[in-house]
């Protein structure tokens, strides 16, 4: 037994040196992108060069590196935030793998070991694969027929991770078509992998599996599911788009308050020396575009030479405000006036758009450079400079003055035409300007909001690549933008568009994985019955994080509570005397329960 600990204890600490080694690549449209098994995107660490290809075949890239950013502050004012940007040297915030669900929010070297892997699957495996079942289970359909040459199931549909035996995590995990409806996964009599898009990438990564010698940071305890995918369309917009898909677990039974979830973007449009970056407040967009007329090539790296084009991160669907049991409108101000499912007759359901985007170079000022302490990653998330100065409009973004206008966008353009992100004043048009060698990096983000135990968040973005056939590199910018809303409209017809709050199925349309619906009527229980004051609930922990909803007898919701594990006191003083329905949604069911106040 000592000789087996000491085993695991040598390859945890190796572990803990070694970033991620599995990839994957979408490359089933018009770009090649690589994305890591702990969650960098288009990067290569080993040779120290960009992995993001389009068009694909050209050997131009158009991004360097990206990567998710997370932090926020417990009671106790202490900062907890992973952030990822390059990881050339192995140093790492993020591990491969889930974290168990019992509130400790572990994790071992086997299990992010067995992760250290991303799955690929194809729509086109995933229709042939139903078609032969659905053959197969016809009498009147004719197999010799219909697959005259036999069928093989896919191998990867065996390796795809849709159940963890493991005790202490979640049994179910990557998406799965159930076939037969009974519970397990397995290929051989009809399952497969539920994807979006023509192929799909699935990852777990995880920022608990070790300390975080990127940023510094105290760990959250956070669980991030991925799913990159992309699309084989005629559309020439989706032709060079690729999704990413992050369903994020807060696993600890930690609340962090002025919590942010951002984006850092390394945009090297081709040759990066000549890059400016911009921010399109209205559409949630960052992007990249060239200084001049011409993307030469420089150091190596291929430019994208005449008539250059535009590329950007556009964040479609944000992390959910905190409940205020109102259904918000504002909108001229942030967050509702590029924000999601605001002023539409449901409450809390409003989603954040872009908070903050600022810029920051790989050299020059030290106020403006990549950061040096944990701090400064997450005043980047806030959207202000290292030392502190809010991010100013005009110029370089950066002043001493204390009269310069705090903004929170850099480089809107004309974006911002109500000055949503400068205190509801108009501003003059405001974009970069000067040519200089600076590398540019950005990041956006979207909050603040508290990050509680058990909490899910289901976030959604797109890189997005336009080219113009003349008119410069302001024209591929507007093409961009229009590429952008085509891109913006195709997303909201998308199954995991209308998650619901608690809720995640998994984003396959039509189907509910296995483990979303419970077997047995799951029922809320409180007590006492009746009540005059207040009720108790005991949450056991697939109930912690998940929200606790009283409706009248006109199925209204007045009142809305977190449950964290263990006993829950909810106060009903207020209500009016008469009978309530209570719900709590959970991730695999909504519990349901009685309250009657008197």
């Keep these: 037994m000592k000789h087996t600990f000491t085993l695991l204890l040598s390859a945890f600490l190796l572990r803990m040196e070694l970033p991620a080694q599995a990839f994957g690549e979408l490359d089933i449209n018009d770009v090649r992108v690589r994305f890591h098994a702990h969650g ?187 799913m990159a995918f ?56 960052t992007y990249v575009y060239n200084g001049d007329e011409v993307d030469e090539s420089c150091s190596g790296v291929q430019g994208y030479g005449a008539q250059p084009p535009a590329f950007g991160m556009v964040l479609l669907k944000g992390p959910f405000r905190d409940y205020n049991m109102a259904d918000e409108e504002d909108p001229n101000a942030l967050p509702s006036w590029n924000g999601t499912d605001f002023n539409d007759g449901v409450i809390d359901n409003e989603k954040f758009g872009l908070s903050a985007a600022i810029h920051m170079y790989g050299q020059g000022d030290t106020c403006c450079t990549d950061p040096s302490f944990t701090w400064h990653y997450y005043k980047y998330l806030q959207g202000i400079w290292k030392d502190s100065a809010p991010l100013s409009y005009g110029a370089t973004g950066y002043s001493t003055d204390p009269n310069a206008l705090a903004c929170s966008f850099a480089f809107p353009g004309d974006s911002d035409p109500v000055g949503a992100g400068t205190g509801g004043v108009p501003q003059p048009a405001w974009s970069e300007s000067g040519v200089n060698a600076l590398d540019r990096r950005t990041v956006c983000s979207a909050g603040p909001f508290t990050l509680e135990p058990g909490m899910h968040e289901d976030l959604l973005l797109a890189y997005v690549f336009a080219r113009a056939d003349a008119g410069g590199a302001a024209a591929s910018v507007s093409a961009l933008q229009a590429r952008v809303d085509l891109v913006t409209q195709f997303a909201q017809t998308l199954p995991l568009w209308d998650n619901a709050r608690e809720v995640f199925q998994g984003g396959c349309g039509g189907v509910v994985p296995a483990g979303v619906v419970e077997h047995t009527a799951p029922v809320l229980l409180l007590f006492p019955v009746p009540a005059s004051t207040y009720v108790q609930v005991d949450a056991q922990p697939g109930l912690a994080g998940a929200t606790l909803r009283i409706r009248d007898a006109a199925g209204r919701a007045v009142s809305a509570h977190r449950l964290v594990q263990g006993l829950n006191t909810i106060d009903i003083a207020s209500l009016a005397v008469g009978i309530y329905t209570c719900e709590a949604h959970t991730a695999k069911a909504v519990f349901t329960g009685r309250l009657i106040k008197q």
């Design 40 to 226: 960098l995107i288009g990067n290569d660490p080993l040779t120290a060069t960009a992995a993001f290809e389009v068009p694909q075949g050209d050997s131009t890239n158009a991004l360097y590196s990206a990567g998710l950013w997370v932090g926020g502050l417990s009671l106790d004012y202490q900062l907890h935030l992973a952030a990822m940007q390059y990881e050339a040297n192995g140093a790492s915030d993020y591990y491969t793998g889930p974290l168990t669900n019992d509130g400790t929010a572990t994790t071992d070297a086997v299990m992010m070991d067995a992760y250290d892997h991303v799955w690929v699957a194809t729509k086109a495996e995933v229709d042939l694969h139903l078609a032969y079942f659905t053959c197969l289970s016809d009498p009147n359909c004719d197999l010799a027929t219909e697959f005259p040459n036999g069928y093989t199931i896919p191998p990867s549909f065996f390796e795809w991770p849709a159940i963890n035996t493991e005790p202490g995590y979640d049994h179910y995990q990557a998406p799965f078509i159930d076939w037969n409806n009974d519970g397990d996964y397995t290929p051989g009599s009809g399952d497969a992998p539920c994807i979006l898009g023509d192929q799909a990438l699935y990852f777990v990564f995880n920022d608990n599996g070790g300390p975080h010698p990127h940023s510094d940071g105290l760990p959250i305890g956070m669980e991030v599911q991925a």
């Design 230 to 285: 992309a699309y084989d369309s005629a559309d020439p917009a989706l032709q060079q788009t690729v999704f990413v898909h992050y369903h994020i677990i807060n696993r600890s039974t930690q609340t962090l308050v002025e919590s942010r979830i951002g984006m850092f973007n390394d945009f090297d449009l081709g040759c990066g020396a000549d890059d400016f970056v911009g921010t399109d407040a209205a559409r949630n967009l």
